[in-house]
Nanobody
Framework: QVQLMESGGDLVQPGGSLRLSCVASGGNFRFYGMGWYRQAPGKQRELVAGITPGGSITNYAASVKGRFTISGDNVKNTVYLQMNSLKPEDTAVYYC?????????WGQGTQVTVSS
């Protein structure tokens, strides 16, 4: 059974940094791309960043480009999201996402709050 477990969310001041981690279990995911989404209160879930298998290609939402970096470790079945220069508008629950064929898998989410 595929499971995704996020960690690393916290309360941070504007301008600060956080690194989120997502560990995938229940299989070998080296051939699948993964991504990070976020959902703020009252808003739709949106794609933040994605990474292809092997990490050769990454993509980012315009709002985070230049501040966030997605990376992966195939040995550890883990994907990371390094978030720098955080802004209050980055406040949201961040979710890890994996798609295998027609099935989408989500983690339980980790809360990121950016506030002074």
């Amino acid at each position: 059974q595929v499971q995704l477990m996020e960690s690393g969310g916290d309360l941070v001041q504007p301008g600060g940094s956080l690194r989120l981690s997502c560990v995938a279990s229940g299989g070998n995911f080296r051939f699948y791309g993964m991504g990070w989404y976020r959902q703020a209160p009252g808003k739709q879930r949106e794609l933040v960043a994605g990474i292809t298998p092997g990490g050769s290609i990454t993509n980012y939402a315009a709002s985070v480009k230049g501040r966030f970096t997605i990376s992966g470790d195939n040995v550890k079945n883990t994907v990371y999201l390094q978030m720098n220069s955080l802004k209050p508008e980055d406040t949201a629950v961040y979710y890890c996402h994996l798609r295998i064929g027609g099935t989408a898998y989500w983690g339980q989410g980790t809360q990121v709050t950016v506030s002074s």
